[in-house]
């Protein structure tokens, strides 16, 4: 499982978010959110029975859906690029 060190997180931030500092922006929580269902998602192709983790991902999966949906809701045009950006609901 590959964890998200600060270096990566500002990167991440400044690549969706505007700056790396940025860390309340919706762009840049849901960038962030997609990285971690990522790795958490190559975690339990191995470990089929971790059910903590399969909880947290559903968990996180949900959060990314109702910022998506917000995000949405509020903004269309930053919705529509960064799904595309994510590679997000083809």
């Given at each position: 499982m590959s964890y998200l060190t600060k270096?990566?997180?500002?990167?991440?931030?400044?690549?969706?978010?505007?700056?790396?500092?940025?860390?309340?922006?919706?762009?840049?929580?849901?960038?962030?959110l997609t990285e971690r269902i990522l790795g958490i998602s190559s975690h339990l192709k191995t470990n089929k029975k971790d059910l903590y983790s399969q909880r947290g991902l559903m968990k996180m999966v949900g959060q990314r859906k109702r910022l998506l949906a917000y995000l949405q809701k509020h903004n269309l045009q930053g919705y529509r690029s960064l799904i595309e950006q994510l590679g997000l609901r083809k």
């Open positions: 270096e990566k997180t500002a990167a991440i931030f400044a690549k969706h978010g505007g700056s790396a500092t940025n860390s309340g922006s919706i762009e840049g929580q849901v960038a962030l």
